[in-house]
């Protein structure tokens, strides 16, 4: 596993420079790209390895045979140690954008389960959702992304409907978002290579 010394690891929010954007919180580059790159070879081995853990997003909506096509894994079964580490580029982040909409504050949240997602060429999440929206997901107060490898410009962006933005996938960015209608957002077409991010949920706890 990585160092932080060897990482380039920020612990300091205010060493942070986040953009924001109509409660979109934007940390370019922020996670270091051996992490990202480690992420990923860990991740196909065990797509092989433990292919029961594997979740497939088009059994979500089966009966939309082009609303989304992707596999993921949740992380922390495969290496509880880099995801710690990734959690503190998280969590550092948060506490900046805490810090720019400081009434989150009043909500007591936390971040549990890293999902590690692959989108493959021709895929994507077409769907336009919010990360709120069932039930079993009403206690998500804000999603949160890190894309884990670059993707050419055009293709593969996260799109958001109601703030007419896209962003590009870029390795180490992350994005912090609300999860609810505001936010309607959606996974564009994968084109020409494999896309993969991290993401999760800020979630709601007593």
Known sequence: MLEASESGLIIDPDRLEGKFEDFIGVYRRLVHHEICSTIISNFEKHLEINPDYVQHGSKQMP???????????????????????????????????????????????????????????????????????????????????VYLNDMPDGEAETEFLYQKKRYKPQTGTLLIWPAGLTHVHRGNTVFTHDKYIATGWFIKIP
């Open 63 to 145: 009966q939309k045979k082009l609303a989304r096509h992707d596999v993921s894994m949740m992380y922390d079964d495969i290496d509880m140690g880099l995801s710690a580490h990734f959690y503190k580029y998280l969590n550092s982040a948060f506490e900046n954008y805490k810090q720019e909409y400081d009434h989150i504050n009043k909500v007591k949240l936390a971040s549990i389960g890293l999902k590690v997602q692959k989108t493959p060429v021709g895929g994507g999440y077409h769907t336009w959702h919010y990360e709120n929206s069932s039930f079993r997901a009403a206690n998500r107060e804000l999603a949160w992304m």
